[in-house]
């Protein structure tokens, strides 16, 4: 989490094919080029899809280049409400480390033993955390970990010495956020079944933590594009203005 660039065009095929049911739907896109938070929320809540529960994604646009290492963007954010669905978590840990992260919930922990069932293609989590000690271990899974964005890394407080800590934020729904080759970070921010007001906060936390990983030699405005979605819904681009971080 996902889909910034595809917002737009995502936006006129979804219209292009709509039926009876969403011409309210098309002609309301068609008002305006942006919208307050207030009225993306709206829109998205108005048209949920009835078949299933959908995520809330966002796609932020951010002002670096990419193709410099000292911009790229790395970090983690505690959102206020959680995303709305369940993580499942490895630590790589030994003694009263593994011990911490057990007794926090952590689905598994191991070393070697852990490392050989990743090594063997079976990688059944959403986060991976690391001690300091233990990347001697981890970083050969770095070719198979890396593409599934599962690296233990500093930056996404998921190599660290408080397991316990990474443990209970992983399983609350900390979200992890790195910019791609495009400089956009693409994020879920929570489920169409929590309240409006719970994803409005979650999407202001985010934009502060990520505010607060500016590289340094990132000139001018940081953030400069944020648009939403949700998982059957067209991209909606929120006006900058109306968001408070």
């Keep these: ?10 936006g ?6 709509t039926s009876k049911k969403n011409k ?4 309301k896109l068609a008002e305006a080029a942006s919208y307050n938070l207030e009225e993306a929320l709206d829109i998205l809540f108005e048209h949920k899809s009835e078949k299933f529960t ?9 002002g670096v280049d990419p193709s410099k290492s000292d911009q790229n963007v790395r970090g983690a954010s505690n959102l206020p409400h959680g995303t709305g669905r369940s993580y499942k978590v490895a630590v790589f840990a030994e003694g009263e480390e593994a011990k911490s992260a057990l007794e926090a919930g952590a689905d598994k922990v191991g070393m070697e033993d852990l490392a050989d069932e990743m090594k063997s293609g079976e990688i059944d989590y959403d986060v991976i955390v690391a001690t300091p000690d233990t990347m001697k271990v981890v970083s050969p899974l770095g070719q198979i970990l890396g593409p599934k964005g599962l690296m233990p890394n500093p930056k996404s407080e998921t190599v660290t010495k408080d397991v316990s800590g990474a ?5 609350a729904g900390q979200v992890r956020f790195k910019s791609d080759k495009q400089g956009i970070v693409h994020c879920r921010i929570g489920q169409i079944t929590q309240s409006k007001e719970e994803i409005k906060n979650n999407l202001q936390y985010l934009l502060s933590d ?6 340094p030699s ?3 405005v940081f953030i400069s594009k944020v648009s939403m979605s949700s998982t059957m819904g067209p991209g909606l681009e929120i006006d900058i203005s109306s968001l408070n971080f």
């Design 1 to 10: 989490f996902w889909k910034c660039q595809k917002h737009g065009n995502r």
């Design 24 to 27: 309210p739907l098309r002609e």
């Design 218 to 220: 990132s000139k001018g």
């Design 210 to 215: 990520l505010k607060k990983s500016k590289p």
């Design 12 to 17: 006129n095929r979804l219209m292009a094919k």
């Design 167 to 171: 443990v209970k934020n992983a399983k």
């Design 54 to 62: 959908e995520s809330v994604d966002v796609s932020i646009n951010l």
